[in-house]
């Protein structure tokens, strides 16, 4: 079966999904305003992770977008 998809290029172009921005969350009362963030990033058309995970020290956010090669990060504090 690959080899027949392959010879009928049925296999999609590879795409880089690296993102090129992390947004980061500083707890859950500010989750709203890294998706707005987010979002405006993304309307640019610029390649932007969210993360999801509210409860998450901001450590483990920085250590995820290292592991990832993602090379900027905004975060979205109470300040």
């Given at each position: 079966?690959?080899?027949?998809?392959?010879?009928?290029?049925?296999?999609?172009?590879?795409?880089?999904?690296?993102?090129?921005?992390?947004?980061?969350?500083?707890?859950?009362?500010?989750?709203?305003?890294?998706?707005?963030?987010?979002?405006?990033?993304?309307?640019?058309?610029?390649?932007?992770?969210?993360?999801l995970d509210a409860e998450s020290k901001m450590e483990?956010?920085?250590k995820y977008a290292n592991q990832k090669t993602i090379?900027?990060?905004?975060?979205?504090?109470?300040?």
């Open positions: 079966v690959i080899e027949a998809m392959t010879e009928q290029s049925l296999f999609p172009a590879e795409v880089d999904a690296t993102a090129q921005v992390l947004v980061t969350v500083f707890g859950l009362q500010q989750a709203s305003v890294s998706l707005e963030i987010a979002t405006m990033i993304r309307n640019y058309g610029i390649k932007t992770e969210l993360w483990k956010q920085l090379p900027f990060v905004i975060i979205a504090g109470p300040n």
